[in-house]
Nanobody, 123 residues
Framework: QVQLVESGGGLVQVGASLRLSCAASGRTLSTYAMAWFRQVPGKEREFVGAIGWSGGMTTYGGSVKGRFTLSRDGVKNTMDLQMDRLKPEDTAVYYC????????????????WGQGTQVTVSS
């Protein structure tokens, strides 16, 4: 069993930066792809980005490409999401996920999920 815990959310102003972290426990995630999704009330979960098991390959959603950067530490079993030039439309609950299906954009391809962390971007 894998447990994922997100941290780093909060309230920031437009244009600011924020760094989210996802810590995994229970077993090593060295062979899992990991991803971030986000969700606002009444909408489907949106793909933010995914990083391969080695940390060398990344995929980003169109709305965050060029502003958000993924990284992971296989030793610490963590994944970070650096979010720069934040916009009000980035406001959402951000979820960390892990799965075996590569850097999929589909939530259903991920086996483990965290509880989420709120990010609010104020204008």
């Amino acid at each position: 069993q894998v447990q994922l815990v997100e941290s780093g959310g909060g309230l920031v102003q437009v244009g600011a930066s924020l760094r989210l972290s996802c810590a995994a426990s229970g077993r090593t995630l060295s062979t899992y792809a990991m991803a971030w999704f986000r969700q606002v009330p009444g909408k489907e979960r949106e793909f933010v980005g995914a990083i391969g098991w080695s940390g060398g390959m990344t995929t980003y959603g169109g709305s965050v490409k060029g502003r958000f950067t993924l990284s992971r530490d296989g030793v610490k079993n963590t994944m970070d999401l650096q979010m720069d030039r934040l916009k009000p439309e980035d406001t959402a609950v951000y979820y960390c996920a892990a799965g075996f299906s590569g850097r999929s954009r589909r939530p259903s391809d991920y086996d483990y999920w965290g509880q989420g962390t709120q990010v609010t971007v104020s204008s």
